[in-house]
């Protein structure tokens, strides 16, 4: 199977990379960290793209050419957890470019790429998770890239996307916080239930206990 991978240089990302990876995908994998991206399709085999999802044009020309896709992960994602009254706009334009926009060019160019059959998953956050002080940016573009995607479904007629709700996973992000909270999950957690999805019927959300 074909398998690309946005963010795969973030922890979910990766994680995921390597789930599929064993599964004997053929994976092209995308991220901004061109050292992390050599390494990680080097020691998976893997093609690799370096592509900032906040350029439209980044996002085209990754999949100008791409062999049909039979799973599509989007998993870029950026917190920057800051009150309202502080909000920077270089970080909020962070956030949306990888929570949302980058989500939205995949789908624009990244639809038309997919196998008969294919599956698209992208990496939401439950809402009763994120609705807390500092998180305004971050829970906004979580809540309209779930948006987006039930259009999409609408759209294409019966698409299928899934949206993945995992609860807090360990990851690089909560650096940006100070740490993850306890109990969270590991990205290798969020990776297994993404590739026995993907091996079962299709369903909107896949929420990762």
């Not at 971050?138 to 698409?159: D, P």
Request: glycine share 10%; hydrophobic share 50%.
């Amino acid at each position: 199977m074909q398998t690309m991978i946005l963010g795969a240089t973030g922890g979910i990302g990766a994680a995921t990379a390597r789930a599929f990876a064993a599964q004997g995908d053929t994976l092209t994998l995308s991220g901004r960290d061109e050292g992390k991206l050599a390494q990680l399709a080097a020691e998976l085999g893997a093609a690799s793209r370096v592509a900032d999802v906040g350029f439209e044009s980044h996002v085209r020309a990754l999949f100008e050419g791409a062999p049909a896709l039979d799973t599509l992960v989007y998993a870029a994602g950026a917190a920057w957890p800051h009150p309202l009254a502080e909000a920077k706009a270089e970080q909020v334009r962070q956030v949306w470019n990888a929570n949302y926009f980058g989500a939205l060019w995949v789908l624009k160019h990244g639809l038309p790429r997919l196998a008969p059959g294919g599956r698209v998953y992208l990496i939401g956050a439950r809402p009763e998770l994120v609705t807390a002080r500092g998180f305004s940016q971050y829970a906004a573009s979580k809540a309209a890239l779930a948006r987006a995607a039930e259009i999409a479904r609408l759209e294409t007629r019966g698409l299928a996307l899934t949206l993945v709700l995992p609860p807090a996973v360990d990851t690089g992000l909560w650096t940006q916080v100070g740490r993850a909270p306890k109990g969270a999950l590991s990205p290798d957690a969020v990776a297994r239930a993404i590739v026995a999805d993907r091996a079962g019927p299709v369903q909107t959300e896949l929420r990762v206990e």
